[in-house]
T-cell receptor, first 113, second 113 residues
Framework: ETGVTQTPRHLVMGMTNKKSLKCEQH?????MYWYKQSAKKPLELMFV???????ENNSVPSRFSPECPNSSHLFLHLHTLQPEDSALYLC????????????FGQGTRLTVV | AQKVTQAQTEISVVEKEDVTLDCVYE???????LFWYKQPPSGELVFLIR??????QNEISGRYSWNFQKSTSSFNFTITASQVVDSAVYFC??????????FGPGTRLSVLP
């Protein structure tokens, strides 16, 4: 099993749909992250969970809703997205909340039509 | 505020050439951590190295080497005898003590056969 697994790998959704992205880590880490990677823009940190508590929410629109039911799983619930939300969404985990290296999943390529 | 600059947007080299990727960072923290990640076409970011601000020793790992210079706030990455499989986007990242990662914009490296 790979360290951090994301599903689905690709997702196309309409603006009125509701979908969820899933992330699972098999590394025994305590912190998990959601990043957004858009074309020609730096990686944007969206959410950070440490020991299942949200510790950072970087002014992300409410149409993105994270959920961390346990230290191994992280979800990103999506609803009423806009075309500009199309991007690669990357999940990562690290041993501690900061300063230790993060390990990334392969991402979900999201297209909003 | 923390910031990471990777001035080279794209670099192309011919196989077996050496190539250096530049990274310049800004931080007011005295304790901080620097990272390099590789993002191949598959999408996931692959962790390459982590250095803390108190360890200025250069590091070599196979064909990869890193030059950390606090005096110039730089953490450059050199690939010796490049190979086609080195083609990827490379990200430099900074984490202040107790803070989350700040990623640079990335450098796209193309190694031509």
């Amino acid at each position: 099993e790979t360290g951090v697994t994301q599903t689905p790998r690709h997702l196309v959704m309409g603006m009125t749909n509701k979908k969820s992205l899933k992330c699972e880590q098999h590394l025994g880490h305590n912190a998990m992250y959601w990043y957004k990677q858009s074309a020609k823009k730096p990686l944007e940190l969206m959410f950070v969970y440490s020991l299942e508590e949200r510790v950072e929410n970087n002014s992300v629109p409410s149409r993105f809703s994270p959920e961390c039911p346990n230290s191994s799983h992280l979800f990103l619930h999506l609803h009423t997205l806009q075309p500009e939300d199309s991007a690669l969404y990357l999940c990562a985990s690290s041993q501690d909340g900061q300063n230790t290296e993060a390990f990334f999943g392969q991402g979900t390529r999201l297209t909003v039509v | 505020a923390q910031k990471v600059t990777q001035a080279q947007t794209e670099i192309s080299v011919v196989e077996k050439e050496d190539v250096t990727l530049d990274c310049v960072y800004e931080t007011r923290d005295t304790t901080y951590y620097l990272f390099w990640y590789k993002q191949p076409p598959s999408g996931e970011l692959v962790f390459l190295i982590r250095r803390n601000s108190f360890d200025e020793q250069n590091e070599i790992s196979g064909r990869y080497s890193w030059n950390f210079q606090k005096s110039t706030s730089s953490f450059n990455f050199t690939i010796t005898a490049s190979q086609v499989v080195d083609s990827a986007v490379y990200f430099c990242a900074l984490s202040g003590y107790g803070q989350n990662f700040v990623f640079g914009p990335g450098t796209r490296l193309s190694v031509l056969p």
